[in-house]
């Protein structure tokens, strides 16, 4: 007997060394990227990197200049926006003023020829999802700004796409609506099983959101990874300076030590340790990276600490944030630290105030080298 052999599904979308160029601009440069059937996939990066042409790509609203696009293994750079088992959900929502919410859910179904009772079915089943079978006959201007944009996702998904593109879909509401709707759209995506792709310059929206997120930066992609992965082990400078607050210590690596790869960092006294795995090589230039909250911060008492990594400093600054304390220490000769307590756990000694001195500590596992 032999195993049968599994050939693995083609994904949903793949992109092929796309490259989408403007004139002289490069919008994507050779760009290869896959999107898993069932997945909320966000595309984050800053102003300009690319992330609405490489979603319009998708779309069908631009055809790449090189590359391929494919869907289930299939070339669709040919195929017209209307013909792709896609749809889109615009930042404005685009709306159709005059009509009800009944009528802008059923607009596109009507298009596309369905019979009115299937119609009827499918706007009551949408209406139902998005919680408004209430307001089904107000128009536009008589709901609320969350309202709106569940009209909009409703009228988005009624024509059931495989894969519903949202841009910027949040960027509208209020922060504490945001925080809801967040929720309510990994909710609605999980219970559709629909692949949703949505682009976002919102570091915390897409770590929210998305079960995978690609960073990407002029036109191209730094790191492809689960939210987890991203902020613990971000892949460059770009996504670690780009997703959450970091320190990064300037320096060089100097040896490899028990385990450990020492780096001269700029201005510091002592070397600073990462895990000698994963590292770059000696002689390399680059960078530590750790994040503030990996930082642990005490009063000076005269006692030398025993830890991989160990500075001295001075309080500078000191934000109350509620949930935590942002401290910034300029520590001695060397450059300045952020720290983040959480205020829950502050311990009796603290807290700290602006002017102490203090030191520094952490975890050589808590940190890495990033090269450039
Ligand atoms: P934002 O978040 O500001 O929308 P983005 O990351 O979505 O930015 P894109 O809109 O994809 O970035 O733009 C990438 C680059 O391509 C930019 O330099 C932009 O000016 C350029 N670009 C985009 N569309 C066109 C176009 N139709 N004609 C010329 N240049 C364009």
Same mark, same amino acid.
């Given at each position: 007997l032999t195993t049968p052999v599994v050939v693995p599904a083609p994904p949903l979308i793949r992109f092929e060394g796309v490259t989408k160029r403007f004139g002289s601009v490069? *919008?994507?440069?050779d760009l290869t990227l896959d999107i898993h059937a069932g997945e909320f996939f966000a595309l984050l990066g800053p102003s300009g990197c690319g992330k609405t042409t490489l979603m319009r790509l998708l779309a069908g609203f631009e055809t790449p200049t090189e590359g391929r696009i494919l869907l289930d293994g299939a070339?669709?750079?040919?195929?017209p926006a209307h013909r792709r088992p896609t749809n889109m959900m615009f930042q404005s929502y685009a709306l159709f003023p005059h009509l009800s919410v009944w009528d802008n859910i059923a607009f596109g179904l009507r298009r596309e020829g369905l019979g009115a009772a299937e119609i009827k079915r499918r706007v009551a089943e949408m209406l139902d999802l998005v919680q408004l079978t209430a307001q089904?006959?107000?128009?536009?201007?008589?709901?609320?700004g969350g309202q709106r944009q569940r009209v909009a996702l409703a009228r988005a998904l009624a024509k059931s796409p495989r894969i519903l593109l949202l841009d910027e879909?949040? *960027?509208?509401?209020?922060k504490k609506l945001r925080g809801e709707t967040q929720f309510e759209l990994t909710s609605i995506q999980r219970r559709l099983g629909i692949t949703f792709c949505v682009v976002t310059h919102d570091q915390d929206e897409a770590m929210v959101l998305a079960d995978r997120i690609a960073v990407m930066r002029d036109g191209r992609i730094e790191q492809v990874a689960g939210p987890t992965e991203i902020y613990e082990?971000?892949?460059s400078r770009a996504v670690a300076g780009f997703i959450g607050e970091i320190n990064l210590f300037d320096g060089s690596v100097t040896r490899l030590v028990d385990g450990f790869a020492e780096v001269a960092a700029d201005g510091m006294v002592t070397p600073l340790r990462v895990p000698a795995e994963g590292c770059a090589p000696v002689g390399t230039r680059g960078a530590v990276a750790v994040r503030p909250e990996k930082v642990a911060m005490r009063r000076t008492n005269g006692h030398a600490p025993t830890a991989d990594n160990v500075a001295t400093g001075t309080v500078t600054d000191a934000a109350y944030m509620g949930e935590d304390t942002l401290y910034r220490v300029a520590t001695d000769g060397g450059p300045m630290v952020k720290v983040k307590l959480a205020n829950s756990r502050?311990?009796?000694?603290?807290p700290i105030d602006i002017g102490e001195r203090v030191v520094l500590t952490f975890h050589a596992a808590d940190a890495l080298f990033l090269d450039r």
């Open positions: 490069v *919008a994507v440069d070339v669709i750079n040919d195929v089904a006959r107000r128009k536009p201007h008589q709901l609320s879909p949040l *960027a509208a509401l209020d082990t971000p892949a502050r311990q009796a000694a603290l």
